[in-house]
């Protein structure tokens, strides 16, 4: 019977240790994914702040667009106001003559 158990005992051996590397393998694999779940979520929070900086930056530009275009037209009423009132004081002018 020893002799049995003692065979038995031989041929599991092997196999428990295999089944114990192969918990060793898979608890490195779950450790492998979670730093690659870690890294993954990192990168994914980089592109998002990126993409809102990108957006904020265009609402710039935007912004920076438009003032452009307000000193422009404040320049050409500016221009119209100056030509207003040099005919205005060629006109006086002119009646007073």
Do not use: C, Y
Request: hydrophobic content about 35%.
């Amino acid at each position: 019977m020893d002799e049995l158990l003692g065979k038995i005992a031989e041929f599991l051996n092997p196999i428990a240790k295999d089944i114990s590397q192969m918990k060793t393998d898979v608890s490195q694999i779950k450790a492998e994914l979670l730093h690659l779940k870690t890294a993954g979520d990192a990168l994914k929070a980089g592109q998002d702040d990126i993409r809102e900086k990108l957006a904020k930056k265009a609402e710039k530009a935007d912004i920076h667009q438009v003032e452009q275009k307000l000193d422009k037209r404040d320049k050409a009423i500016q221009d119209h106001e100056e030509r207003i009132e040099a005919l205005e004081e060629d006109q006086q002018s002119t009646h007073k003559n």
